[in-house]
Antibody, heavy 129, light 106 residues
Framework: QPQLVESGGGLVEPGGSLRLSCAAS????????MTWIRQAPGKGLEWVSSITTRGGAVGYADSVKGRFTISRDSVKNSVFLQLTSLRAEDTAIYYCARDSLYYYSSGNTGYYYYYMDVWGKGTTVIVSS | DIQMTQSPSSLSASVGDRVTITCRAS??????LNWYQQKPGKAPNLLIYAASASQRGVPSRFSGSGYETLFTLTISSLQPEDFATYYC?????????FGQGTNLDI
């Protein structure tokens, strides 16, 4: 059974740093892109960052670019999110998710569809003085 | 960035009702659209990917359709466990934006 378990959240002062971890089990970690999603209290979902299978490509939301860094470790079967220069608006539950791929071809054209099919329970980050 | 707008933002319905939630994209996204369900205090759960493909294990009463800028999620006959918040998300281009959510309650 595929499973993701996040850790590392907590209370931090504005300007501070945290490192979130997401431990994967029950599937071949190296075969999947991984993504971090966050949800501020009472708000909707926000895509934060994604990383490809070997970490060769990453992407970030504009709201965190330059402050957050995503990485992965194939030995530890884990993905990480380093949070720096934290702001009050970064207060949220941070979810880790597995990106699965659906490939569809039509004629000579192939289409790659990604979707988040396994989620962790989340870890809470509170930025407050 | 691609903006995703869901309507309605909230919806009251009864068990057995047929419900449709709409998601509009600010630009064409082909069928790069996923739907998620989230219950209070829980992580989101994938329902539909590629606009109309049902995730394994999702009840057949959930269906998705649409193309380019207009998409719908339909629940054919509401069950008590379906009262939740629903989100669409585009995966056409980063940032992979979500709609604001549709809160479905009794």
């Amino acid at each position: 059974q595929p499973q993701l378990v996040e850790s590392g959240g907590g209370l931090v002062e504005p300007g501070g740093s945290l490192r979130l971890s997401c431990a994967a089990s029950g599937f071949t970690f190296g075969d999947y892109y991984m993504t971090w999603i966050r949800q501020a209290p009472g708000k909707g979902l926000e895509w934060v960052s994604s990383i490809t299978t070997r970490g060769g490509a990453v992407g970030y939301a504009d709201s965190v670019k330059g402050r957050f860094t995503i990485s992965r470790d194939s030995v530890k079967n884990s993905v990480f999110l380093q949070l720096t220069s934290l702001r009050a608006e970064d207060t949220a539950i941070y979810y880790c998710a597995r990106d699965s791929l659906y490939y569809y071809s039509s004629g000579n054209t192939g289409y790659y569809y990604y979707y988040m099919d396994v989620w962790g329970k989340g870890t809470t980050v509170i930025v407050s003085s | 960035d691609i903006q995703m707008t869901q309507s309605p933002s909230s919806l009251s319905a009864s068990v057995g009702d047929r419900v449709t939630i709409t998601c509009r994209a600010s630009q064409r996204i082909s069928t790069y659209l996923n739907w998620y369900q989230q219950k209070p205090g829980k992580a989101p759960n994938l329902l539909i990917y590629a606009a109309s493909a049902s995730q394994r294990g999702v009840p057949s009463r959930f269906s998705g359709s649409g193309y380019e800028t207009l998409f719908t999620l339909t629940i054919s006959s509401l069950q008590p466990e379906d009262f939740a918040t629903y989100y669409c998300q585009q995966t056409y281009s980063a940032p992979f934006t979500f709609g604001q959510g549709t809160n479905l309650d009794i």
